[in-house]
């Protein structure tokens, strides 16, 4: 069965712009959710969507959304990058309960200049 | 509001030494936990996971860890290090149980301890 992919791998933008980063979860699975990492910061979550609907939300600003399409595949958007946007994001998937176990994917770097 | 807490940032080790990576965690229900490593520019592997049960837990590539309610802690261990296992390792805590409904898909992250390995 095939990993968690996400698209780009790797992308460089300037403040003020927008990006799009999408995220296709394992096959049977309907939950996806979005972490940042960062140096100083660590992981922090961002949000998690179940069925096309946000499900839970982290503590970053209204800059960062996010939606889910039917096949459970979910994209990400930050708009008016700022530098302290520049991290990897990582997407997890699981199937749906609590319980389950979350598989991560191997993230999209992102650097804003 | 769920914390961990990695004390120790960076830990070294001989190969063939043992190891434990230390993990505390804070949460007001059961909590579920996790341990991840991470490889340079990759994503995040699932070593293992406690979710109730017996508290001692095996995962892969011979890690296990043990839970430990009265101490708060879900450390980590091995008990013969190779050198393939420096990478960066983050224990994580989840909510168990519907929580209202809103922690579902939320982990939250330790700050990571970084593993070196001298031959």
């Known amino acids: 069965k095939a990993g968690v992919t996400q698209t780009p791998r790797y992308l460089i933008k300037t403040r003020g712009q927008q990006v799009t980063l999408s995220c296709s979860p394992i096959s049977g699975h309907r939950s996806v959710s979005w972490y940042q990492q960062t140096p100083g910061q660590g992981l922090q979550f961002l949000f998690e969507?179940?069925?096309?609907?946000?499900?839970n939300k982290g503590n970053f600003p209204g800059r960062f959304s996010g939606r889910q399409f039917s096949n459970s595949r979910s994209e990400m958007n930050v708009s008016t990058l700022e530098l302290g946007d520049s991290a990897l994001y990582l997407c997890?998937?699981?199937?749906?309960?609590?319980?389950?176990?979350?598989?991560f994917g191997p993230g999209t770097r992102l650097t804003v200049l | 509001a769920q914390s961990v807490t990695q004390p120790d940032i960076h830990i070294t080790v001989s190969e063939g030494a043992s190891l434990e990576l230390r993990c505390n965690y804070s949460y007001g229900a059961t909590p579920y936990l996790f341990w991840y490593v991470q490889s340079p520019g990759q994503g995040l592997q699932l070593l293992l996971k406690?979710?109730?049960?017996?508290?001692l837990v095996q995962g892969i590539k011979g890690f296990e860890a043990e839970f430990k309610r009265s101490q708060s802690s879900f450390n980590l261990r091995k008990p013969s290090v190779h050198w393939s296992d420096a990478a960066e390792y983050f224990c994580?805590?989840?909510?168990?149980?519907?929580?209202?409904?809103?922690?579902?898909?939320?982990?939250?992250f330790g700050q990571g301890t970084i593993l070196t390995v001298h031959p």
């Open positions: 406690y979710f109730s049960g017996d508290t």
């Open positions: 994580a805590v989840g909510a168990q149980g519907n929580a209202g409904g809103t922690s579902y898909g939320k982990l939250t």
């Open positions: 997890a998937s699981k199937m749906s309960g609590g319980t389950d176990t979350q598989y």
């Open positions: 969507y179940f069925s096309e609907t946000q499900r």
